[in-house]
């Protein structure tokens, strides 16, 4: 059955900071830049609505090891690098390997549903600085 997505007002102008961001923003980015474009929705209709965009996969949620979430309008399979140094959030448009991914599944006897890895290490501006 095909779940019908109801876009309100609100939740299309989230939608469309999500997709316009090139930063994986935070709930609290996206208030921010919500206001900027004119908008001052709740923080409660902020967050229930990044959480209903990610229930029906408009969005994706990261949790990359920060106490903050991150969004990404990008909901196909793909790998995200963290820098150590300033934050930044970058994509990895690499396949993991079947090969490797069934190895972890025999290792571990789990069943792996989304596989996704999150690299660290310093990008090449902070790298630049030191």
Known sequence: MVQKINLTVQRRAILEVVKDSEDHPTAADIIHRLRERGFNFAYG????????LTD???IRELK????VSRYDARTEEHQHIVCTVCGKVDEVLVDIP??????VCEQTNYSIHHPH???EGVCGQCTTKQ
């Open 45 to 52: 209709t902020v967050y229930n609505s990044l959480r209903y």
């Open 56 to 58: 029906v996969e408009l």
């Open 64 to 67: 990359l090891g920060e106490a």
């Open 98 to 103: 079947q090969e490797w991914l069934d190895k």
């Open 117 to 119: 890895i999150v690299m």
